[in-house]
């Protein structure tokens, strides 16, 4: 099979369904399942053996920083990453671009900066900050997913944070739009030696993570607004937000790759490649977040991906309070999140629930992404769960945490609508990926399942 051809039907032994795993040929007909048999006698059949067929991966938290900040990572460098790994859709944030996505012209300009760079499919949230909740609307019938807001400064000063006064303003606007409102928590100062990392840990303890999503489940049981908590670090919140819901708030929260594979234990002093808001914390604080992935206090495991370029790393002094905080990982998540939940007894489907189904269903792409079924867009990838691989500069040219680590479950291929973008190293040369748009009715969808 050559990059860039277009896909006819693929053979598996092992098809991921939302039920279990068994052999099956997946046919596709204008960039969409067309069926899934049992078995066929099909002329033409892409057979892949023994490797694993599943539904792309759909990464709801990534930071593409174009335009403005290219030099982090631009359209282009960020989709192939994406293609890379298995990820098929992502979800662009509104930081840490300039201008960010926090008015209707700013998005305008993001998508024309995206049109022809995207290797995957690219979909977009957009950002409140104080004084923009005019702009919310607009932004939502234009088609962004939804929005994010900070309770502390963001790191960059063109996205400031907001304050109680500017939730309830945007809840309100926010109301039976169907949109999403994303929560990032607080923070206290900064003291001590600044190269060891615990003193990093310490400046933001898990308390600041409780109160501030103590604050977001009662904005979102009093609006009825959907709330999505972005990169839970801290287990201490899991019972506020198992309560909450309880009571029937729609939150839904995620946690990222590096707090369920990296710990604070093993950071050694000066190492700013592991620095990122939330921290990183301990290893008995990130089993209970894999218990509360198991039992489903946890929705989905995203990247958040956030490169910026190695300068801004500081890794010439060692310094984690003014290193960018910031993890590069995209196209690392399928291997890191299989190799680390296996081992805890999560099983193949597990895969497509955490890495596809649900974030599909977060961004209002549940419709046609995120499963093997009928109708909806041929995202597939082609992994084997068994082959090891160790990270080296060949597999990323971003600074990352991982360099050098053993990760198991190889992407061999990545079908996007369709046709082969990705394949053993090699890419199709042609960007491929669309800007999805969310609709009203992609919303109404997303109500009903």
């Known amino acids: ?129 104080p004084g923009n909740q005019l702009e919310l609307r607009p932004m939502i019938q234009a088609g962004v997913v939804g929005f994010k807001c900070f309770l502390i400064h963001s790191g960059v000063d063109e996205f400031p944070h907001v304050a109680d006064s500017d939730l309830h303003t945007a809840m309100k606007q926010l109301q039976g739009t169907g949109g999403v409102l994303l929560d990032v928590h607080e923070k206290p100062e900064e003291t001590a030696d600044s190269c060891r990392y615990s003193t990093f840990l310490q400046s933001r303890p898990d308390i600041m993570e409780v109160e501030a999503i103590r604050m977001v489940t009662h904005l979102c049981l009093q609006y009825r607004v959907r709330c999505h908590i972005v990169h839970l670090s801290s287990a201490e919140p899991l019972k506020l937000i198992e309560e909450a819901r309880q009571a029937g708030a729609p939150l839904t929260v995620e946690t990222t790759h590096h707090y369920l594979n990296l710990c604070a234990e093993s950071i050694p002093a000066g190492a700013t490649q592991f620095k990122c808001c939330p921290p990183i914390r301990s290893s008995a604080n990130q089993e209970q977040l894999w218990s509360a992935l198991k039992r489903g206090l946890i929705d989905m495991v995203v ?8 300068d801004l790393k500081k890794l010439d002094c060692g310094d984690f309070m003014q290193a960018w905080g910031g993890i590069s990982s995209l196209q690392f998540g399928l291997p890191l999140f299989w190799g680390s939940a296996s081992k805890r007894g999560f099983q193949l489907p597990d895969v497509v629930r955490f890495l596809s189904r649900e974030p599909a269903q977060l961004s209002s792409l549940g419709n046609r992404k995120g499963r093997l079924a009928c109708g909806f867009d041929a995202d597939l990838v082609i992994w084997d769960p068994e082959r090891e691989f160790e990270v080296s500069m060949k597999e990323s040219i971003l600074l990352t945490p991982y360099l050098g680590l053993t990760l198991r479950g190889l992407v061999r291929a990545t079908v996007l609508g369709g046709r082969l973008v990705y394949k053993d190293g090699c890419f199709h040369p042609q960007p491929l990926g669309r800007l999805l748009l969310i609709t009203e009715e992609d919303r109404k969808h997303k109500k009903t399942l």
């Open 1 to 129: 099979m050559e990059l860039g051809s277009l896909v006819g039907a693929v053979r598996s032994k092992r098809v991921l369904f939302a039920d279990g795993v068994r052999p099956a040929v997946v046919v596709i007909k204008d960039g969409k399942i067309h069926q899934i048999l049992s078995d066929g006698a099909l002329e033409e059949v892409w057979d892949v053996g023994d490797s694993v067929l599943m539904p792309g991966i759909v990464d709801c938290h990534v930071h593409v920083n174009e335009p403005g900040r290219t030099s982090w990572e631009g359209f282009w460098t960020a989709t192939r990453a994406a293609a890379a790994g298995g990820v098929t859709t992502i979800v662009d944030m509104p930081l840490n671009s300039i201008p960010p996505t926090t008015t209707l012209k700013n998005l305008q300009e993001k998508l024309k900066e995206a049109t022809g760079k995207c290797f995957v499919d690219t979909a977009f949230w957009g950002g409140v900050i």
């Open 303 to 310: 990247s958040d991906h956030s490169p910026c370029t190695p």
